[in-house]
């Protein structure tokens, strides 16, 4: 089988070849943003909504993207048919580009851009059936006066700092705090608890990334007749929520069934978080940037 194809500095390449200089600042430096998107038979789920994020992220760092959106949306649907790929996760990458060792942006004569487009591995069923154990870190999220969760960065150590404490307490996930102790958001997820039939989510100044998938389910619970609010919250309320649960691209909707040794309810994946599950898997097949247009039948 031939190997996959990535876009890279305005040309497809196969993985083998897809090299990028060691003097690029988005790898010494974490200079740059990414998005991660995700494919769903052919359709590019919230395509708009992860473009407009990159470029948003881009304008906070002043990157200047060498494309426009809709050069980049024909870009990713290029990636995806070259691919011959349907259902596929996606991950866009712009770097500052190479420059020399100095920490200035003004050296990087041109960004980087990178898509790559590969057949998704899904999480495994019993993980939704089993729901995950979080546990709360000691490193808080980095504060939005600083360095704003907005920006998508190639910087992403504040996260992997929280993986690494989550796997050192052999949890599956890091609950985030801000520095004032309110509940943010997981390493790559938003969160979501559930009480007396409420669904409550952070607001994101409180310091979390506002996730696509969180707002999907945000209108997906408008739609569904929950009542859903952005309200803040510590650690107590997540202990002794009915239900808890997360929100990302890769993970969609997975339920937390454990929080610091608290068991969340029965210890199950609860029912507003499977009802909002179903209902997201459903909305994602149908809606989103077809890439096979030609799929349907031609008139001629
Ligand atoms: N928070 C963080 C820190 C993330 O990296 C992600 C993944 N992009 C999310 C939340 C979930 O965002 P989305 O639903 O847009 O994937």
């Given amino acids: 089988m031939s190997s996959q194809w990535i876009y890279l500095d305005s040309k ?33 789920f919230k395509l708009t909504e992860h473009l407009n994020r990159l470029y948003e992220s881009a304008q906070s760092i002043m990157l200047a993207i060498p494309y426009t959106k809709e050069e980049m949306e024909q870009i990713i649907v290029e990636t995806i048919r070259k691919n011959e790929l349907e259902t596929a996760y996606i991950r866009v990458v712009v770097s ?3 420059g020399n060792l100095g ?22 069923k019993e993980l939704y059936q089993r729901g995950l154990r979080m546990g709360s870190v000691a490193s808080r999220r ?35 705090l801000n520095d004032q102790g309110y509940v943010t958001e997981g390493s790559a997820d938003n969160i979501f608890i559930v009480k007396n039939g409420k669904i409550l989510t952070p ?19 408008h739609q569904h007749g929950y009542s859903i ?55 994602v097949q149908t809606d989103g940037v077809q890439c096979y247009p030609s799929h349907k039948v031609s008139a001629v």
């Fill in 203 to 221: 607001p994101v100044y409180l310091g979390a990334l506002e996730g696509i998938t969180r707002n999907a389910i945000i209108d997906l619970a």
């Fill in 103 to 124: 920490l200035d942006p003004a050296s990087c004569s041109r960004p980087n851009v990178i898509v790559i487009a590969e057949e998704l591995a899904l999480f495994p």
């Fill in 12 to 44: 497809f390449v196969r993985k083998e070849q897809a090299m990028v200089s060691v003097f690029d600042h988005g790898f010494l430096y974490g200079d740059g943003v990414f998005e991660g998107i995700r494919a769903y038979s052919g359709n590019i």
């Fill in 229 to 283: 609010s952005e309200a803040p919250f510590t650690r107590h309320d997540v202990y002794t929520a009915d239900e808890v649960f997360l929100t990302g691209t890769a993970v969609e909707v997975i339920a937390v069934v454990d929080v610091d040794g608290r068991t969340i309810a029965d210890g199950t994946p609860g029912s507003v978080t499977n009802h909002l599950l179903a209902e997201y898997r459903n909305v």
């Fill in 142 to 176: 980095n504060r939005p006066d600083v360095l704003s969760p907005q920006v998508k960065s190639l910087n992403y150590l504040n996260n992997i700092l929280v993986k690494l404490e989550a796997n050192q307490a052999g949890v599956d996930e890091a609950l985030m």
């Fill in 96 to 98: 500052r580009g190479p």
